[in-house]
């Protein structure tokens, strides 16, 4: 009994934070509208006048700490969802954090990844380094998943972090029968290529899930769920669709993972902290996959 009340007291107080933070997204919105224009690289290996944290990370690893990370919006939104994860990651070390805006109004999710393949050789090309890390919310991280399985992005992009992105489609998407919504249902012909067996693929795989995420249904499918990739799913409880990206527990699982990470896309070492290991209750366990790892 106690653990259905905690259980629904959780449920009520991530609606509230998902309310509060939608209705502060809609005012800083106009923000975010236009692309970013400015490098925001830290091109300094310097050590004076950084925080504890940046210098820590400095210090361990000063690869880990340079490797962009490009984050990635969803549908009709903009770079300022990532307002608080940005200043969150740079807070805690890591000076090159990119954003990129697609148009909002897009028809075609392939497009909007060849958009991102773009964006990706730019970044490369300005920083030098030969891979990044990507985050993407939402749809966006199905953008981003298209560019590494099926464009061959895998050689650019170390890791992928997707936010609620509706890997196996959405019952949501048949709402709008229109547009780019019919790329995201369960039967679409995009769901049925990430599907489809893959030869190879060096990217790693970091997907958070939700109970409280209303945009995705069911749940799990915004996991990977592929016996070719290196996927990891995190459950995080109690969190929507929009406030992801603002979950204090999200952020730090983000950093954890990027900070202890190989050239090849594995932990380096295993204290690396996970989050809740239950999954939601009425929800089923991966089968059993060649690479795939779940924490929950």
Not at 41 to 50: I, P, T, Y
Not at 108 to 136: F, M, N, P, W
Not at 212 to 218: N, Q, T
Request: charge should be positive.
């Amino acid at each position: 009994m106690k653990t259905a009340v905690s259980r629904l007291g959780g449920l009520a107080r991530g609606a509230a934070i998902e309310a509060t933070w939608l209705a502060a997204h809609i005012a800083t919105y106009p923000l975010g509208v236009l692309q970013e224009k400015s490098a925001p690289g830290l091109d300094r290996f310097s050590l004076q006048g950084l925080p504890p944290v940046q210098r820590g990370l400095f210090v361990g690893d000063v690869e880990a700490a340079g490797t962009p990370i490009l984050l990635v919006h969803g549908m009709v939104d903009n770079r300022s969802i990532f307002t608080v994860l940005r200043r969150a990651l740079r807070r805690r070390g890591f000076g090159r954090v990119w954003t990129m805006n697609y148009h909002v109004l897009t028809h075609d999710l392939r497009a909007a990844s060849k958009r991102l393949a773009a964006t990706v050789e730019a970044v490369c090309a300005q920083t030098g380094y030969e891979r990044i890390h990507v985050i993407g919310h939402s749809m966006g991280g199905i953008i981003a998943r298209y560019y590494v399985q099926r464009m061959g992005g895998d050689q650019r992009v170390h890791t992928l972090v997707t936010l609620g992105s509706p890997h196996g489609g959405t019952r949501a998407a048949r709402l709008l029968p229109r547009g780019v919504c019919r790329q995201l249902r369960p039967s679409s012909d995009v769901i049925a290529e990430l599907g489809a067996p893959v030869e190879s693929c060096r990217t790693r795989f970091l997907c958070f899930w939700s109970d409280l995420d209303v945009l995705i249904s069911p749940k799990p499918a915004a996991r990977i769920d592929h016996p070719d990739l290196n996927a990891r799913n995190v459950f995080v409880r109690g969190v929507g669709h929009m406030s992801l990206p603002i979950d204090g527990r999200v952020t730090r699982e983000i950093a954890n993972t990027l900070a202890q990470l190989d050239s090849d896309g594995m932990t380096v070492r295993s204290g690396v902290t996970h989050l809740d290991h239950s999954p939601a209750r009425g929800t089923a366990r991966p089968g059993p996959g060649r690479r795939s790892a779940t924490a929950g």
